[in-house]
């Protein structure tokens, strides 16, 4: 049995619908469907997700509602004109949007959180109508069926280890079951969504949950590719990659599937397939684990994010003194927020944070603390911060891959700020102003794939 999750471009109209209909009736394998909401029909349209925002921020102020109301619905009618369906249960569907100002909620994140998820839970809905108009049979189960629960974090919940046992309690039914992907229910059976991009790991979840056999994430490229195509031009699509390399390159950008996605089909060792919905018998990408893996290339992918920035500390010898940096992770944790990475020299010590933590007033306070309880002769701030990463299963076992990635950024004349490579070899990570970013990305690409440089080489 597989677990197949549409993305929302492949559900963002009845022509996708359509086409998402042939594809699971084309594998009799496919038996349990992941929905997203829908997503954009073209580069300036908004997701459904985006225009559920707008309604719970105007029912947070309130303002009036009918116009989003009247917008938000139309998605849904569109997808049910395109099949002639018309009937009582869609009218029951739009109700349940209406419905959602005057719910109860515990406060105004789960507000949010409930909104959002019902552009998932509407299009489970609406895809089951449809199915069964078609007469296929087909059953809507939401997570209260599927017992999925979470943590009490209203928009980036985590999955708690009861969902296992729920999900292996559970029958699955005669037909196709279609799931609402991006959120769960929490204890006190709130619903919870999970970061944007969500959905995908619902599909996992289900997948481990569910003992399936196969993953296959349904979105609309053919593959995953080596580089962004935005920054390089054609690139190399991977037919296989790691489970690892996927997370590793996710982190900076790779945003083809959701990284958090990748832990429960870790768990029960579960091949992931990323395929194209309208081209659905291109190969796409294979993610597997990396036990028996043989890689064909050094370099599988490579990567850049911006979302960055750096604290730079530095005391003569710091090496020396004991606690630093307890007394720095105190600090941090006083005002909630992680790092990243924190590379360190003699007497210096950089740590790297996602920027989107911070507002400009948090970030002041957080450093006037540093400074008045650490003392460091000297602290700044650098907020044009950028970081690469190398990544490849094939780096392990070749000699001098950082040699070759340093020579393509100095032809450039692009400079790092910092260098990492973990234990496990298989990544590194670089950090560079943003406006570099791209074209060290190129560099590095056009030195390991323009020339193809094989493993054996
Ligand atoms: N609809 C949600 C989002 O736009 C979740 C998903 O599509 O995976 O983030």
Redesign the pocket.
């Known amino acids: 049995m597989k677990v197949v999750k549409f993305?929302?471009s492949s559900l963002a109209d009845g022509k996708q619908v359509q086409k998402i209909i042939k594809i699971i009736q084309a594998d009799s394998e496919r038996k349990v469907i992941v929905t997203?909401?829908p997503?954009k029909r073209f580069p300036d349209d908004r997701?459904v997700?985006d225009l559920l925002i707008v309604y719970a921020k105007k029912t947070l102020k309130n303002e009036n509602t009918a116009v989003i109301q009247t917008e938000i619905w139309a998605r849904y009618q569109a997808i049910a004109d395109y099949f002639d369906l018309e009937t009582e249960e869609l009218a029951a569907l739009k109700q349940i949007l209406l419905q959602l100002p005057k719910n109860k909620y515990p406060n105004d994140d789960y507000l949010m959180a409930a909104f959002?998820a019902h552009?998932?839970i509407l299009n489970a809905q609406l895809l089951t109508l449809i199915l069964r108009k078609l007469r296929i049979s087909a059953h809507f189960a939401d997570s209260a069926k599927l017992g999925i629960t979470v943590s009490a974090n209203p928009q980036d919940a985590q999955v708690l280890e009861e969902t296992y046992e729920h999900l292996a309690n559970f029958q699955l039914p005669r037909g196709y079951i279609v799931v609402p992907?991006?959120y769960g229910l929490t204890k006190s059976q709130q619903i919870a969504t999970f970061s944007?991009?969500?959905?995908?790991i619902t599909g996992a979840i289900l997948a481990r949950g569910l003992h399936a056999d196969g993953y296959e994430n349904f979105t609309d490229v053919d593959a995953i590719y080596a580089a962004d195509p935005a920054i390089v031009k054609q690139p190399r699509a991977i037919k296989r990659m790691t489970y690892r390399e996927l997370r590793e390159l996710s982190y900076a950008g790779f945003s083809v599937f959701h990284d958090e996605a990748i832990l429960p089909a870790i768990a029960a060792n579960i091949p992931i397939e990323v395929k194209n919905t309208n081209h659905p018998l291109a190969r796409g990408t294979v993610i597997v684990p990396a036990k028996n893996f043989k890689p064909d290339t050094i370099v599988t992918g490579v990567a850049a994010d911006s979302h960055f920035s750096a604290l730079y500390i530095h005391r003569y010898l710091l090496n020396k003194e004991v606690g630093f940096t307890l007394k720095l992770l105190q600090i941090f944790y006083k005002y909630h927020i992680s790092y990243e990475h924190m590379p360190s020299g003699i007497d210096d010590l950089t740590v790297i944070f996602d920027q989107r933590q911070f507002t400009a007033e948090l970030r002041q306070k957080m450093c006037r603390d540093i400074q008045e309880q650490l003392q460091p002769d000297h602290l700044e701030w650098i907020d044009d911060y950028a970081i690469i990463m190398v990544v490849g299963e094939g780096m392990r076992s070749k000699v001098g891959v950082m040699e070759q990635v340093i020579e393509s950024l100095a032809k450039k004349k692009i400079g790092v700020y910092m260098i990492n490579q973990g234990a496990s070899r298989i990544s590194m990570m670089l950090g560079t102003r943003r406006v570099d970013a791209p074209e060290a990305v190129r560099q590095i690409y056009h030195n390991f794939f323009e020339n193809e440089v094989r493993i054996n080489d």
């Open positions: 993305g929302g997203s909401a997503g997701k997700t959002k552009g998932e992907g991006f944007r991009g969500g959905s995908d």
